[in-house]
């Protein structure tokens, strides 16, 4: 059975940071102006007012006569202590909380706003009783109480330790994860390769064939800016890059320096341009005019962009793309982020970035984390602060929080691309310095997504073939979150995934007809790009050639942001 701390970071692994192009939208005052609504809201909508303190108050009577029978829901991990279920102190206090909660959401329900307002209200909201939740407090948590008991105190001074530590060191938020284990280039990143070239923005790496033959079509994979690219690469057992390699690939991959502010006009069309120069170098290495490319979330928008300006200047040396847990064309109805943003919030978004020069990752993590705070948040604030325990140490967050800055000109371009949507308006509006039209790419694509994705959800996913001029497209649903999609190796028996060859109108009429298969994506993806690959030849015994030799050993520098 897996250890509370274990289940804290599993489920902290699922809410792991993305670039959602809304996500900068979010402003603070816009918020606070949420806030000012419903207390305006109880004056001006009295009888709705009234009706849900008369439920609040009575069905709190019915909790302190000991005659309600609410219970909390089997999966809301804050109340698994039997305490909650045995001591009538515990309970009742549960009990009210609960009740209180559901009235308050009823409430903001019931109150006239409009739609957007009542987005945010109810985020808002959400925020307030998740934060009033007892077993936020020592007194209220039955665990910590006993904790401190058992410890002889010692929790409590350790708690208080976590607590100033993360004041200190951690802009203020718990920390989610134990660094201490882990080191990139020891145990992390650590398939063998080279950066064979490298420019201001970028280092191009490439790995070290594990077979004897290598297909002739390589693979080029382009991570998010917002993210290092290791992800792609943690440890050998879900290394995406060791299957790649297994499965007879040759292996290029991108890793984006990390921008500070003298690095603020960096933008789009700078990021193409780049990704054109390392392109080259890799047909120029690999002697195949043709390369696979796949890219992942926001990766998935560049890869994209780069794709469209290749097919708009009659460029066919993409032979076939793969876009990973990645929406093309983000709607404000996709997700709670978008719900909550408007077209006044992103500009402002704009001007904070262009004035600071970044959107700082740590900036841009903080904000995700208060979007699922009871994940990020105030589990973390139970198990380190009252529990006096420290985080777990665990890969993926070790990753998450090795955050990146996005350049003020590249987020620009992304709420651009969230306001116009390009993508959706083929050969009328400009990115990158070209009119972008996804229906001029004819490569073959592979489409992937995942069931309980909520920054890039799989419905607005699926959009995705619907908008490129493939004429063929397999979709596949994975049936994890945002990364743990991403990072499916095979061997897991929990895994499974949904498949149907053929592209239907919309995506429930896709669900309807799909079928469920065990296991893991990748090796489905894998004789996919076999297919696409081209014959086989000797893998090269030496990494970069004579123009382009290798520089220094993977994974480079610029993922220490040298």
Request: aromatic content about 8%.
């Amino acid at each position: 059975m897996a250890s509370p701390e274990d289940e804290i970071a599993r489920n902290a692994a699922m809410n792991t940071t993305a670039l959602n192009p809304l996500l900068g939208g979010i402003n603070r005052q816009e918020l606070l102006g949420a806030v000012t609504m419903m207390l305006r809201s109880t004056m001006t909508n009295p009888v709705t007012t009234a009706r849900a303190m008369r439920k609040i108050a009575a069905e709190n009577t019915e909790i302190l006569l000991g005659k309600s029978a609410r219970s909390a829901d089997p999966k809301d991990r804050r109340f698994k202590d039997p305490a909650w279920q045995h001591n009538p102190f515990y309970k009742r206090g549960m009990q009210a909380y609960l009740a209180t909660q559901e009235h308050l959401n009823d409430w903001v329900s019931e109150v006239k706003m409009g739609e957007l307002e009542h987005a945010r209200a109810k985020f808002v909201m959400g925020m307030i009783t998740d934060a009033l939740a007892p077993t936020n407090t020592l007194i209220g948590n039955p665990a910590a109480t006993k904790r401190i008991v058992d410890s002889g105190g010692l929790s409590l001074l350790k708690g208080m330790k976590n607590l100033y530590d993360d004041l200190t060191k951690n802009g203020g938020l718990p920390a989610q994860v134990d660094k201490r284990p882990f080191k990139v280039g020891e145990n992390l990143a650590t398939s063998k390769g080279a950066v064979i070239w490298k420019n201001e923005m970028l280092e191009l790496i490439q790995y070290q064939p594990l077979t004897e033959k290598v297909y002739r079509t390589p693979i080029l994979i382009i991570p998010p800016q917002i993210n290092k690219f290791y992800a792609m690469d943690l440890t050998p057992m879900v290394s995406m890059v060791q299957f790649l390699l297994a499965m007879e690939q040759q292996v290029f991959v991108i890793s984006w320096r990390n921008p500070t502010k003298k690095h603020a006009h960096w933008g789009m069309s700078d990021y193409i341009d780049s990704l054109l120069q390392a392109s080259e170098v890799i047909r120029q290495v690999t002697k195949s005019a043709k390369i696979n490319v796949s890219g992942a979330c926001s990766g998935g928008i560049t890869t994209a962009t780069f794709a469209s300006l290749l097919a708009a200047a009659g460029d066919k040396r993409i032979n076939s793309l793969t876009f990973m847990v990645c929406v093309l064309n983000p709607q404000r109805e996709d997700s709670d982020i978008g719900q909550i943003a408007s077209d006044g919030s992103l500009e402002i978004a704009r001007k904070m970035s262009k004035m600071r020069g970044i959107l700082k990752g740590d900036d841009l993590a903080r904000m995700f984390a208060w979007m699922r705070p009871n994940d990020l948040v105030w589990n973390y604030v139970v198990n380190n602060y009252l529990m006096g325990e420290d985080p777990p140490p665990y890969d993926v967050l070790f990753w998450n929080n090795d955050t990146t800055n996005l350049p003020a000109q590249l987020h620009s371009d992304y709420l651009d691309i969230a306001l116009h949507q390009p993508f959706d308006r083929p050969g009328e509006v400009e990115v990158a310095g070209h009119l972008a039209d996804l229906t001029k790419i004819k490569a073959d694509a592979f489409v992937v997504a995942g069931v309980t994705d909520h920054i890039t959800p799989w419905k607005a996913c699926y959009r995705t073939p619907g908008l490129l001029g493939s004429k063929n497209v397999e979709f596949i649903l994975s049936s994890s979150g945002h990364l743990r999609s991403l990072i499916n190796p095979p061997g897991n028996p929990k895994a499974k995934y949904y498949r149907n060859t053929e592209i239907r109108p919309t995506p429930d009429e896709w669900a309807a007809t799909a079928t469920e298969q065990s296991g893991s994506w990748w090796p489905l993806w894998g004789e996919w790009l076999k297919a696409r690959a081209g014959k086989q030849k000797p893998a090269p015994k030496a990494l970069g050639n004579e123009a382009f030799p290798p520089i220094y050993a993977a994974p480079g520098r610029y993922v220490f942001n040298d």
